[in-house]
């Protein structure tokens, strides 16, 4: 397990089975040793406080945005539970590429989970075209691990 962090942007996450820790809200890998190429992740923000996992402290809920060289800018959402000794990264879900993050916000109809809200491209749409359409997801912490809730059953990771 890995030592909990003083503060969400100094935690460590797990981003397709990779374990990323930000210092100061930043972690960069190289991408192949010697490579110039480095795949950096950073906290993004949007970030939300709220209980998740029900032990009566406030957790965050945020964004992280990691890019890799490529033209690719992939948005994920994380939580970092507080614990007594510190902060607890969670799992991150895969958000989409090149999107435009509008805002993160307690579900108001069930405290213990919240809502991320987008701008996608529509179906089809070229990724160099902005993001069009308007698409939100909830999300909620279950035996410490964020999982989406009711996610749609076409989408595709």
Sequence with gaps: ASTPGVDPENATYLLD?????????????ELAPGSASKQVTRYFGNAVEMDLDGDGLLDSAFLLVQESGGSGTFYYVVA????????????????????APQSTAIDPTDPSHFVV?????????????????????????????????????????
């Excluded at 970092?80 to 999107?99: E, K, M, P």
């Excluded at 996608?120 to 999982?147: C, H, I, N, W, Y």
């Design 80 to 99: 970092a539970l507080n614990r007594a000794d510190g902060y607890v990264g969670t799992n991150g879900i895969f958000l989409g590429d090149r999107i």
């Design 17 to 29: 089975g990779q374990a990323i820790t930000l210092v100061n809200g930043v972690a960069e890998i």
């Design 117 to 157: 809200s987008f701008g996608e491209r529509a179906e089809g749409d070229a990724m160099a075209s902005a993001p069009t359409q308007m698409a939100s997801k909830t999300f909620t912490v279950a035996e410490g691990s964020l999982v989406e809730v009711n996610p749609s059953p076409t989408q595709t990771p």
